[in-house]
């Protein structure tokens, strides 16, 4: 065979199970309808942190694996991955504020902040350490990466797994939202999430406020301000009257951007699913990766090394 395994999806979760893949001897083919720079993973701010999957246990393994792999990526800096402060606060107490959060971090990569230093009614808060991945930079980079490394990449729908499930020693389905038609999964749906962009600011500190959601994030190439949280929306078109919304909330917060207007505005659509999911059809050579929601540059390498355990790590 010219290949070994055939990825649907040219998203984060695709590329990087390339990665993992090849690095194992595997020879690869990535399909998709689109790849960097028009994917879903291009649109995200793309730092890493657990978002809305507390309640799945895999996704603890699967986070600090990829906080790993980031810290690792970090020694080429080329990469566009680099270590920045996270500042996430909430208006709860300390006592109510939900710690599990936590238990996706390395050991001694947060601390409390003193209730004086916070901002806006804001009663707890905390300074993480966390990977920035700059999507701009990350994805091409990756990219390169797997070319130089002889995985091939088509531009193609696949409509039907057993298109390549009888040429290919494994499938890997990583097609995001896709799946909604490819699997005839309708426990998949969209949350769509807008985002202003302004020039780049890199003095400030990427900020959360998890529960609207709202977040900045200070890139080499923009300021990101987001983002919205809307459950079942298929349009990718900005709305302007959120866009304004969610700039005024940065200059209450931070007002030195009040003197650098919005200059861009995007939308992208978050894989949703109850539950991830990473598992092999049984019986058969296919391995489904889809589903993480807003998560996916947290999970992806974890997820990938899973796929890779399910085929066995050692070749036959």
Known sequence: MESDIAIIGGGICGLSTAYILIGQGYKVKVFATSFPPETTSNKAAAFWFPYHIKSDERCISWSRTSYEK?????????????????????KKESKAAGMIWQNFLPEGSYKLIEKKELKQGFKTGFVVNVPLVEAQLFLPWLMDNLKQN???????????????????????NCSGLGSRELCKDETLYPVRGQIATTVPHQGLPIFLYEEQPFYIVPRKD??????????????????????????????????ELAEFPVNNCWAGLRPFRPEIRVEREP??????????????????????????????????
């Open 283 to 316: 019986g058969k050579n296919i391995i489904h990766n889809y589903g993480h929601g807003g998560s996916g540059f947290t999970l992806a390498w974890g997820c990938a090394e899973d796929v890779l355990k399910m085929m066995g790590a050692n070749m036959t």
């Open 70 to 90: 980031y810290l690792a990526f970090m020694a080429d800096p080329t990469s566009g991955v680099s270590m920045h402060q996270l500042l996430k606060v909430t």
């Open 150 to 172: 002889g995985v091939n990449f088509v531009k193609r729908e696949i409509r039907d797994l057993k298109e390549l499930s009888n040429q290919y020693r494994w499938v890997v």
């Open 222 to 255: 923009a300021t990101l301000i987001g983002g919205t949280y809307e459950e079942g929306v298929w349009d990718t078109t900005p709305e302007a009257e959120t866009v304004a919304k969610l700039y005024k909330q940065a200059v209450s917060l931070y007002p």
